[in-house]
């Protein structure tokens, strides 16, 4: 059985496994965030994140101040209840003709006795320099490890997972649907936003990552835990 890493995934690997679709870039349901509103305390927060941002060029930060100052930061702002973000999460996942496994570099997910069980949202932090790999194919590689992880108990036909990948405070999001987890060949359909820099727009990225975090809490989802 073929084993993938998220860390040296190329699509061309991808592609042999997985028949992929990818949409254009557009303004999808997904990311339309009317209908949520944020407490003065999370504006509060937003506030401090950005104020941390602004005046500092976060092109040149190394990944390790980034993520501490704006990623994860947002992140925990988006927490609902038992849904906590978390970081440096090992995953992985064995489909009918492959294994794939790595480690996320964030996760918003169902917590369960201080412990993950369910992945929601995975988190991709882009890594610069020669060893720096593509954020995309990296993604997709933990998007099917996390799909795989909630489609475990139950099995539906069809399983909806959220992520995205960051270059410095700059967010790209993602909604993938994956059919036929346990076929020979799963199909696989990304959607992706437009690109948001968190100094200036903090607030949508949050309320973006509050709808999918509500989709979760609002169902009462539960799924099976990481390995």
């Not at 993938?4 to 061309?12: A, I, W, Y």
């Not at 092109?59 to 849904?83: D, F």
């Not at 199909?187 to 607030?203: D, G, P, Q, T």
């Amino acid at each position: 059985m073929e084993k993938l890493t998220f860390s040296k995934l190329s699509l061309t690997d991808l592609k042999r496994w997985v028949t992929l679709q990818e949409g254009p870039i557009a303004s999808y349901e997904w990311l339309q965030i009317d209908s949520i509103s944020l407490t003065d305390h999370e504006q509060r927060q937003l506030q401090d994140i950005q104020s941390r941002l602004l005046n500092y060029d976060t092109q040149l930060m190394n990944e390790a101040t980034i993520w501490a100052r704006g990623i994860y930061p947002l992140l925990s702002i988006a927490e609902q209840g038992s849904i906590q973000a978390w970081a440096q999460v090992a995953m992985q996942a064995q489909y009918a003709n492959f294994e794939i496994e790595g480690i996320a570099d964030g996760v918003l997910g169902n917590t369960v006795a201080g412990r993950l069980e369910s992945p929601y949202v995975v988190v991709v932090e882009t890594k610069k320099g020669i060893e720096g790999q593509n954020p995309v194919s990296q993604l997709y590689g933990q998007l099917l490890a996390a799909a795989h992880l909630n489609w475990e108990p139950e099995k539906p036909a069809r399983q909806e997972i959220f992520g995205c990948y960051t270059i410095a405070d700059t967010w790209k999001l993602v909604r993938a649907q994956i059919d036929g987890i346990d076929s020979e060949k799963p199909l696989m359909h990304i959607e992706f936003s437009r690109e948001y820099v968190e100094k200036l727009e903090a607030e949508t990225i949050l309320k973006v990552l509050k709808k999918m975090v509500n989709k979760y809490a609002n169902q009462g989802f539960h799924a099976g835990g990481i390995h």
